[in-house]
């Protein structure tokens, strides 16, 4: 059973900065691809920022480009996103996915509320 465990949502004011991170209950490098999604309330979850294991490779949503930072350490099992400048329009509910092969794996979600 693949497990994600999000944590470091909170409340912060326009301008300021959270770091969020999702730990997996075991190895994230056999994961092919992990990302970062939010949704905010009466819209559909989008993709914010994506890590592929094999490459490297990052992608960013244009709203999140030059503020956001997706990051893994493999040593520690955990995924990052850094997340500066915050706007009150990056207020939703964060989620970590982890994609293996065919399969797709979620966290639990954290919330990130932005002040104005």
């Known amino acids: 059973q693949v497990q994600l465990v999000e944590s470091g949502g909170g409340l912060v004011q326009a301008g300021g900065s959270l770091r969020l991170s999702c730990a997996a209950a075991g190895s994230i490098c056999s994961f092919n691809a992990m990302g970062w999604y939010r949704q905010a309330p009466g819209k559909q979850r989008e993709l914010v920022a994506r890590l592929t294991s094999g490459g490297g490779t990052t992608n960013y949503a244009d709203s999140v480009k030059g503020r956001f930072t997706i990051s893994r350490d493999n040593a520690k099992n955990t995924m990052y996103l850094q997340m500066n400048s915050l706007k009150p329009e990056d207020t939703a509910v964060y989620y970590c996915?982890?994609?293996?092969?065919?399969?797709?794996?979620w966290g639990q979600g954290t919330q990130v509320t932005v002040s104005s």
């Open positions: 996915r982890g994609d293996k092969y065919a399969a797709i794996y």
